[in-house]
Nanobody, 112 residues
Framework: VQLQASGGGLVQAGGSLRLSCKASGISVSVNPMTWYRQGPGKQREWVAAMTSGGGTNYVDSVKERFTISRDNAKNTVYLQMNSLKPEDTAVYYC???????WGQGTLVTVSS
């Protein structure tokens, strides 16, 4: 099983990025998928989740700005991030946490 996260980069405050998490060896359509992040000097925190049924949930700090989605045909989960803030700076990880599968992380840096 592999989860390959990509799409991170440097963006100015107010900008947007879309992260991708390509899964192999496991189906994203039948597993709850989660995005986490770990900012500099901070603990890892849960950001967004999608159930196998397509329900979504977000940490309060990203509601109305971030959207989690998936493309079953591409076996990929996305995190669309809009109106980015400097405090969103972090390494973002996708995970099937209940099964212990984690991607390698992709760095998002938001400049003020």
């Amino acid at each position: 099983v592999q989860l390959q996260a990509s799409g991170g980069g440097l963006v100015q405050a107010g900008g947007s990025l879309r992260l991708s998490c390509k899964a192999s060896g496991i189906s994203v359509s039948v597993n709850p998928m989660t995005w986490y992040r770990q900012g500099p000097g901070k603990q890892r925190e849960w950001v967004a989740a999608m159930t196998s049924g397509g329900g979504t949930n977000y940490v309060d700090s990203v509601k109305e700005r971030f959207t989690i989605s998936r493309d079953n045909a591409k076996n990929t989960v996305y995190l669309q991030m809009n109106s980015l803030k400097p405090e969103d700076t972090a390494v973002y990880y996708c995970a099937i946490a209940h099964r212990g599968y984690w991607g390698q992380g992709t760095l998002v840096t938001v400049s003020s």
